[in-house]
């Protein structure tokens, strides 16, 4: 069985399942009863937001049984879980190297860290890839080929080179992160380092989608700006569940007039029932 086995066993039968797609992955079903799935290239940064019983635990089981089942996709798998609400780290038992669960905040420190010295040096490859198309065009109409559609093919055939596989960094719960900020007078190199890592978590939001990391932020909280990131208008699609107030949906969806025009109120929902905004 290629899925973690546990209180929710059930979750995991899905080998043969409809839900189960290569580079696809399941996100649920419309209201017209349609399967909906999102291509792991058109994945971006999400802010997921939804009271406690909402169904958000199991909307990331289903979301994390298409991610194992296209992980030869993914170079990394990266998943937060200080609060244990929905046992991640039993994904670290699957034996794949690709899947880092992170339970404790000296390694998030550590593991933030690296991804963004990832994210830096994929942008150098791209600016790198750049100045070589540049100079092969230079070449080519210095040879006397002035044709653009030439032109642009050599150009885009060396940009096509960079294929970067796509990494999933996925935190359960993201107010519990500030909360685990060592006290300054009692360890100031965590203090420093924690400090860091939310200056990387900035950074990550702002300019990772395009290097094909992908950032998945969960929160029972109707917002995380709260949190002292500000990077919350960098994720750029929305998964909104049930939600106990106006404040939690104008946060996570920019304003109630999509909603209204929906003719839906969140805070009616049922479980497992939400609204996603794709960008």
């Known amino acids: 069985d ?12 899905w080998k043969n399942d409809r839900h189960l797609r290569e580079k696809e992955i399941y996100f649920g079903t419309t209201e017209d009863g349609k399967d909906f799935f999102v291509k792991i290239k058109d994945l971006t940064h999400f802010f997921l937001n939804g009271a406690s019983g909402a169904g958000k635990s199991q909307w990331i089981y289903s979301f994390l049984n ?5 992980l030869d996709q993914f170079e990394k798998v990266i998943l937060i879980d200080f609060k244990k609400g929905i046992s991640l780290d039993r994904y670290g ?16 420190w550590k593991v933030v860290e690296d991804l963004e010295r990832t994210n830096q040096t994929r942008m150098e490859d791209v600016v790198n890839k750049q ?36 990494i999933l960094f996925l935190t359960d719960e993201f107010a519990e992160i500030p909360k685990k900020q060592p006290k300054k007078d009692l360890d100031k190199d965590g203090y420093l380092r924690h400090q860091q890592m939310m200056v990387n ?17 969960i929160t029972q909280k109707g917002t995380i700006k709260e949190s002292g990131v500000e990077f919350q208008d960098n994720l750029q699609s929305k998964l909104l569940m049930k939600v106990k107030s106006t404040m939690a949906m104008t946060s996570c969806l920019g304003d109630t007039e999509s ?10 929902f049922t479980y497992g029932r939400f609204i996603l905004h794709l960008d």
């Open 201 to 217: 978590l900035e950074s990550l939001a702002a300019t990772a989608r395009s290097q094909n990391i992908k950032m998945f932020i």
């Open 93 to 108: 038992n699957l034996g794949s190297d690709k899947i880092i669960v992170v339970t404790s905040i000296q390694q998030m």
């Open 131 to 166: 100045r070589e198309a540049i100079q092969k065009v230079i070449e080519l109409k210095n040879q006397g080929i002035t044709d653009e559609k030439i032109l642009q093919e050599a150009k885009e055939a060396i940009i096509d080179k960079i294929e970067d596989k796509a």
């Open 66 to 70: 298409g991610v194992i089942h296209n």
């Open 259 to 268: 909603i209204k025009e929906l003719g839906v109120n969140p805070k009616n």
């Open 2 to 13: 290629r899925f973690p086995k546990g209180k929710d066993e059930k979750m995991y039968e």
